[in-house]
């Protein structure tokens, strides 16, 4: 954290309802140059809602995203452009286009956004793919390779404008243990070498306390902590040790009225 006085991200009182389900119920986050973000929270709980809040996806219906002071929501279309481009985003499912080759895909980002020749669009391409260790596989379909090389190529495809805020939505969700690792190291790479700043949302616990500068946990449309791996591990919080611990019971219930009902026949 290079710079504690001034975040580059911060989301104030974000408020969003979904057909009058309110999702997020004044989220309050600030992210700091350079560090790893991990946002967790239960499934459904809005996490990606969340992301795409601060990529400028979504528009909020209260509350603000500043990205390094601008609000996104605020600014005219055109800054809005040049803020995006400073984004890569590594969405929860791939988001590979599937008749597209891997080579096409991540070039993508450089025809679109800018007028760079195609010779040097080549150079770029080549040197992304080689960062994920995906020398000479550029000619494969997205149905060609395996899930965790999809990974990986979208991750290329989300360094191709050299971005300096990279959001990952469950980078390493499906996929095995060894694969994931190597998915957490590129992240960190990323983040030390190309000295992104880094917003990732998962569940993978094992992820969490390998990447994380710090965690923050959404629950029930609010940002109930946020800590250091150290203080997250350590907490007090019913909620968080219920979570990163992955016990079914306690302050995070996804019971619903009547589902009671295997208990109650194995307790009669
Ligand atoms: N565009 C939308 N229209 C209506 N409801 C939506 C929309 N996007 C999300 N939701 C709802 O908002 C809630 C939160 O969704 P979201 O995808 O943000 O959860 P999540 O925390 O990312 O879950 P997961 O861990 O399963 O990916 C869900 O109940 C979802 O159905
Ligand atoms: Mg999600």
Sequence with gaps: MEDKEKPVIEVKNLVKSFAGRRILNGVDLQIYKGEVMVIMGGSG????TLL??????LRPDEGQVLI???DINAVPQRELDKIRRRIGMLFQSGG??????????????????TNLDESVIDIIVNLKLSMVSMRGMGSLLPCEISGGMNKRA???????????????DEPTAGLDPVVAGVIDQL???????????????????QSVFRIASRIAMLHKGEIVTVGTREEIKNSKDELVQQ??????EGPISFLQKGDNYLKELTEK
């Design 45 to 48: 709980c809005g996490k990606s």
């Design 187 to 205: 992240i960190l790479d990323f983040s030390k070498k190309l000295a992104v700043t880094s917003v990732v949302v998962t569940h993978d616990m």
């Design 154 to 168: 979208a991750l290329a495809r989300a360094i191709a404008l050299d971005p300096v805020f990279v959001f990952y």
């Design 52 to 57: 795409r809040h601060i990529i400028g996806i």
């Design 243 to 248: 979570f990163i611990n992955g016990k079914p």
């Design 68 to 70: 390094e002071g601008q």
């Design 96 to 113: 590979l286009i599937d008749y597209m080759n891997i080579r096409n895909n991540i070039a993508l980002p450089l025809r679109e956004h």
